[in-house]
């Protein structure tokens, strides 16, 4: 036997399955004589075809996705015929049996209505139709009439139907050659319903040759999907010819399923490079993918989500016409242009500089002598919005989208690839005779040349970042890595509203496949401020300026400071409510894709310590650099005064602290330092700078630390712990040291060290928590916890223990020089959104601080 391949599938059926793949939940059911077997002349020689068992079965053995058999045989033969795992669920009997229990119990009058059907159908062989066969089920009995000559068959069947078939309480099902008669009610539509149901499906296909299976045909609606086998009139909207059509259909289907929840191509997410300019981000594969691009910015929807859908999800991908790996990918030094380099080709990629407010302008320009292959595939609103491409003789034009989209790219001839839900342009390029420029206009309807010459816009953009990046004070230590640190960080500046992002990404998941998967395209008062931090440290004030520009209006909309919430959008606005995006299948499967973040509404009070450690770290930069000049601002010491009061008013109340844990409040240690370093610093700051600071502070900061040093220690843990009241440990905690709350020569101090280093570091990592959260599944390591541990290292002493840390963390960057969120010690990979801001204001501090100790 010759057997099919996926292209002799009809266009149309692929397009159908390649559809129902993506659906959340899947169930795929067969008949099973006629269509997963071939028929035969003696019933109890059917047999399924191999390939199609085993592509039922591995479709059965797939997250969400359920399999089954819908037969008209009786269950027990189903069973041995098919030999299906119990993974793939059985109804026999034409939907009266179900191997997961009975659907409709036989009581004694149905039985005994079911012998006397019996007995009749043996009058009959007996007296008249010795060929016939007769198969005998729970609820049914089954008269045969294969291999018979056609007028005896038809004679045979005459007789039933003019006998029992007529008796009350006895139901119908004619088939291929036979005639079923049931004492209970039959209906394999409706068996496929109880199945869809039970299970959750969101969508079904259902394959099926025989007259019984238009029940379940005429069931399916919305995304379904039927196939018929044969030629005969149906309800379903696809065919087959034959059992190995429909072993070559659920074999397609089950590699585009595969595809989509296990995302079997995600790059590795350390090996992602970060495109930037001030106002959005994107994220590019070593294979020069562009894989990740939110429009208009970057906390909206994306227009290539192909990092969390794969390709169905949208992507821009250059590939040389011959396969073949990377030599290498590289930022252009002391920019965020990304150059990606075969033997004979070069990819460069960066975001444009100086484009209009709603505008997302992306360049990629293709040299060297191989010619290269171009796909572009644009799904915008997380491939939520249905669009089409239009070719024109300069480019493409996207239709369907709120915004317009246009790529321009003259001279190169594009063709449509429409197999798929959503067409894909395609061409080949050959860049031999002259760059290949292509611009990706977001939010524009021109497609026409830019005023402003390829080579001089790059010049522009990459001005932007390497001058700035030469004016920094940068530490010695892994001085590039550091570089490409703080560029990552500015990088993560929103510069039109002074807003700083958490991360690039949404939904990167905390464990391959899990459920712990965030939106971290926000502005976290902490996390930005930490961030603003870190850039005033190496001597860039302006982005910490304009974060706090940022807040102050943030604070005018709200009644009272205490009431911030921890996260804002980029332009200062409330948090979309939390939702799942259930198209996408998140990366490597890892779902559910989530956009918005809950954590808007929860407490959160350590937010207001990094905001006055910012302040004050700008004021004394301000100071050092403009000597005699205003160094605090009134409105700077308003803000000051503001997070000040809001600790008088709330640093008693239990909260869900730095990590946003998502169950019951707790007293946290590391949100009560955070309440005592937000009234010492300001403390501080009043006294450096001159201002009338409240007599009840002084108060105000010695009580929080007492209670901290007597409510957060535990004796026999012997150590400072995550909350009062409780054993267990948090990395965080280790702040009560690197704070000053608690000197760090301290003996307890040291032993928190020895007791987070025991309990929560593994290798080259360590871990925030051990803890029930709540939540299902793990987490790796959080490089921010690992730099806080090198730190305190630092603090007691131990610098070679500090040195060995430090290097393992930089061993995690990524060959470009990024860092996730975490970092998964056994599987050695990264983990969490990317790039995470928290990371590289780790690493460089742990830098900064090996520096001055060297």
């Known amino acids: 036997m010759v057997f099919m391949t996926a292209q002799d599938l009809s266009a149309e059926l692929r397009k159908a399955l390649i559809s129902l793949a993506r659906t959340p939940r899947l169930l795929v059911a067969c008949d099973y004589d006629g269509t997963l077997a071939p028929i035969v002349l003696r019933p109890e020689d059917a047999r399924p075809l191999p390939e199609g068992a085993r592509a039922l079965r591995s479709l059965a053995e797939l997250p969400a996705t359920t399999g089954a058999l819908i037969s008209g045989r009786a269950l027990r033969d189903l069973a041995t015929l098919s030999r299906m795992p119990a993974e793939v669920y059985l109804v026999g009997s034409h939907g009266s049996e179900f191997d997961i229990g009975f659907v409709n119990a036989v009581d004694d009058q149905a039985r005994a209505l079911l012998a006397q059907v019996n007995a009749e159908m043996e009058r009959i062989i007996r007296e008249k139709h010795p060929e016939a066969r007769i198969e005998r089920k729970p609820a049914s009995a089954a008269f045969h009439v294969r291999g018979m000559a056609d007028d005896d068959a038809a004679d045979a069947l005459d007789l039933v139907r003019q006998g029992p078939a ?51 045909f005429v069931r399916l609606h919305g995304p379904d999907v039927g196939v018929k086998v044969g030629d005969a009139d149906t309800a379903a909207k696809f065919r087959v010819r034959d059992p190995e059509g429909v072993a070559t259909a659920l074999a397609f289907l089950c590699e585009e399923r595969k595809l989509w929840l296990r995302g079997d191509h995600a790059s590795p997410i350390e090996r992602l490079s970060m495109l930037a300019n001030p106002r959005t981000v994107g994220l590019v594969t070593p294979d020069a993918t562009v894989t990740w691009l939110c429009h208009p910015e970057p906390d909206s929807g994306a227009v290539f989500a192909h990092l969390l859908g794969g390709p169905g ?31 004979s080709l070069q990819v460069t990629d960066y975001l444009e500089h100086g484009s209009p407010p709603g505008r ?43 915004d317009p989209f246009v790529l321009r790219s003259p001279g190169v001839a594009w063709a449509l690839d429409e197999s798929g839900p959503q067409a894909t342009a395609y061409a080949e390029v050959d860049p031999s005779n002259g760059p290949v420029v292509l611009e990706l206009r977001c939010g524009s309807e021109d497609l026409g040349p830019h005023p402003v010459p390829e080579p001089e816009r790059r010049r522009a953009a990459e001005s932007y970042w390497r001058d700035w990046a030469e004016g920094l004070a940068l530490p010695p230590v892994k001085r590039d890595l550091m570089k490409r640190s703080a560029l990552t960080l500015r990088g993560l500046v929103h510069a039109d509203s002074g807003a700083i992002l958490a991360a690039a990404t949404t939904s990167l998941p905390e464990e391959v496949g899990g459920v712990r998967n965030w939106d971290y395209r926000y502005c976290w008062l902490r996390d930005a401020a930490m961030t603003a931090s870190a850039l005033v ?106 997070m000040v009061t809001a600790v008088e008013k709330r640093w008693k109340e239990p909260d869900q602290g730095i990590w946003e844990i998502r169950g019951n409040p ?27 600071a409240a007599e009840q502070w002084l108060h105000l900061r010695e009580q929080i630390r007492e209670e901290v040093l007597r409510e957060g220690w535990n004796e026999a843990v012997q150590s400072y712990t995550a909350a009062y009241d409780g054993s267990d440990l948090d990395a965080a905690t280790l702040h009560i040291g690197l704070s000053g709350l608690l000197d760090p020569h301290d003996e307890r101090f040291k032993a928190t060290v020895v007791a987070t280093e025991t309990e929560l570091r593994s290798g080259a990592t360590v871990y925030r928590y051990h803890h029930d959260d709540g939540l299902p599944g793990g987490e790796g390591g959080f490089h921010l916890c690992a730099a806080w541990l090198v730190e305190a290292y630092l603090l007691v002493g131990r610098r070679e223990s500090a040195e060995a840390l430090f290097d393992q963390l930089v061993r995690s960057a990524g060959p470009t020089g990024l860092l996730s969120e975490e970092y998964d010690p056994l599987a050695e990979r990264a983990l969490g959104n990317h790039p995470q801001a928290y990371s590289h204001i780790g690493l460089l501090r742990c830098a900064q601080l090996l520096s001055r100790a060297g």
């Open 537 to 642: 440290s190496l001597g860039s004030l302006g982005e910490a300026e304009g974060y706090l520009d940022w807040l102050h209006k943030v604070l005018e909309s709200v009644a009272h400071p205490e009431r911030l919430h921890p996260l804002y959008t980029i332009h200062g606005g409330p948090i979309p409510a939390e939702a799942v995006i259930d198209v996408l299948p998140g990366y490597a499967g890892s779902r559910p894709v989530r956009v918005g973040n809950a954590a808007d509404h929860q407490v959160q009070l350590d937010v207001f310590g990094p905001v006055v450690e910012l302040v004050a770290a700008l004021a004394a930069a301000r100071a050092r650099a403009r000597p005699g000049g205003q160094a605090l601002t009134d409105t700077d010491w308003d803000l000051v005064v503001a």
């Open 360 to 402: 997302t302008d992306l360049t990629r320009v293709i040299e060297g002598s191989a010619k290269a292959v171009v796909r572009f595939a644009p799904r915008p609103d997380f491939s939520a919005a249905r669009i089409w491409l239009e070719i024109e003789q300069d480019g493409i034009r996207v239709h369907g989208t709120n």
């Open 313 to 343: 999800a949208g992507y821009f991908s250059v590939a040389p016409t011959r396969p073949a790996l990377p030599l290498s990918q590289r930022y252009v030094d002391g920019t965020m242009t990304v150059r990606t380099r075969w033997a």
């Open 666 to 692: 707790r007293h946290h240690v590391y949100s009560k330092v955070m309440c005592w370093v937000t009234v010492d610093r300001a403390i501080t700051l009043a006294e450096q700078h001159g201002r009338a």
């Open 166 to 216: 007529t008796w009350e309480g006895v139901t119908v099902t004619e088939g291929k050659a036979v005639i079923e008669l049931s004492v209970v009610h039959t209906d394999k539509g409706e068996a496929l319903d109880i199945l869809r149901h039970q299970v959750g499906a969101t969508a079904a296909a259902f394959f099926g040759d025989d007259v019984t299976d238009e029940r379940a």
